[in-house]
């Protein structure tokens, strides 16, 4: 299983992007899928989450601004997170991860993609 981030870049502030992570390889079930970020000197945070039906969660710096949404078809199994209304703080490497079953008989563990930068910069 591995998960593909792609979307980064630079933006100004107040402008939008939009994040997207795919899963490739053989999944029996995804749970929960979310994105964290990493800004330079600070420990990775949970930016948001989505379970597997639909219910999210948002750290307190990007409510209202920011939006996870997943597409759970099975040739699919994509989150993306649309950033709105940007700010330099936002600035960070944005890392996808999602909570996998991979086969029916093995315990669920994470996964995570490779990173992909946003640089919040006029």
């Known amino acids: 299983v591995q998960l593909q981030a792609s979307g980064g870049g630079l933006v100004q502030p107040g402008g939008s992007l939009r994040l997207s992570c795919a899963t490739s390889?053989?999944?029996?079930?995804?749970?929960?899928m979310g994105w964290y970020r990493q800004a330079p000197g600070k420990q990775r945070e949970l930016v948001a989450a989505?379970?597997?039906?639909?219910?999210?969660?948002?750290a307190d710096s990007v409510k209202g601004r920011f939006t996870i949404s997943r597409d759970n078809a099975r040739n699919k199994n994509t989150v993306y997170l649309q950033m709105t209304t940007v700010e330099p703080e936002d600035t960070a490497v944005y890392y996808c991860?999602?909570?996998?079953?991979?086969?029916?008989?093995?315990?669920?563990?994470?996964?995570w993609g490779q990173g992909t930068l946003v640089t919040v910069s006029s």
């Open positions: 991860n999602a909570n996998i079953k991979q086969y029916i008989g093995t315990a669920p563990r994470d996964y």
């Open positions: 390889g053989y999944t029996f079930s995804i749970n929960e």
């Open positions: 989505i379970s597997s039906g639909g219910s999210t969660n948002y």
